[in-house]
């Protein structure tokens, strides 16, 4: 989902709670850091994490606060020719699913208010969130997850991910990967592989 269909970055919200870019960045790379939020999509908490973080950083409570309380306008721009290719296997009858490193809630947000915003995410027979299933990329377990979900084999599957490291995983469990690194370059390795992108 982040990377390669909607434009996922912390940046989107804070610069709207943040005026100086210097300290957003300096925010993001000692507060409310990478690595904290990878936690919760592995199943943490995002409740218990927060609290923890504002005991840390008592100063700074709204803005961590902000973080999963409007999480959701990280993730507010997506990026038109992808969406244009997802509605092209859509109408032709391409089975399409979603499997996304994100904390458990964005699983009910992709039911209902991401459809509203992107509608395009409607397209998608089924949604995997990390958090939700306690599992995440690149382990097997979510690639093997999101097969029986859809119920397919992992050769018959093309997996599409801008992580190097998630690609690799997927191919290592025998799904075809392909490294998202522009919509061109996408679409081109997808009608190598005989799809109707």
């Known amino acids: 989902m982040g990377g390669v269909l909607l434009d996922w970055n912390p940046r989107h919200l804070y610069r709207k709670l943040i005026s100086d870019p210097r300290d957003m960045e300096r925010f993001l790379a000692t507060v409310t850091t990478n690595e904290w939020h990878v936690e919760q999509d592995k199943g943490g908490d995002p409740a218990e994490?927060?609290?923890r973080l504002k005991t840390l950083h008592p100063g700074y409570a709204a803005l961590?606060?902000?973080?999963?309380?409007?999480?959701?306008?990280?993730?507010?721009?997506?990026?038109?020719?992808?969406?244009?290719?997802?509605?092209?296997?859509?109408?032709?009858?391409?089975?399409?699913?979603?499997?996304?490193?994100?904390?458990?809630?964005?699983?009910?947000?992709?039911?209902?208010p991401a459809r509203r915003r992107h509608p395009f995410l409607g397209y998608f027979r089924d949604y995997v969130v990390s958090g939700l299933v306690?599992?995440?990329?690149?382990?097997?377990?979510?690639?093997?997850?999101?097969?029986?979900?859809?119920?397919?084999?992992?050769?018959?599957?093309?997996?599409i991910d801008d992580s190097p490291a998630n690609v690799d995983g997927a191919r290592s469990f025998g799904m075809h990967g392909i490294h998202h690194r522009s919509a061109a370059d996408t679409i081109a390795a997808l009608r190598t592989l005989g799809l109707p992108a």
């Not at 959701?72 to 499997?99: C, I, K, N, Q, S």
Request: hydrophobic share 45%; proline share 6%.
């Open 49 to 51: 994490a927060t609290r």
């Open 64 to 112: 961590i606060e902000a973080f999963y309380d409007r999480f959701d306008e990280m993730l507010d721009r997506d990026f038109p020719e992808m969406v244009a290719l997802v509605e092209r296997l859509h109408r032709a009858g391409t089975p399409l699913y979603l499997v996304s490193n994100a904390p458990a809630f964005l699983d009910a947000w992709l039911r209902g």
């Open 134 to 159: 306690k599992c995440h990329k690149p382990d097997a377990a979510i690639y093997d997850l999101v097969c029986r979900t859809g119920g397919f084999q992992p050769g018959t599957a093309v997996f």
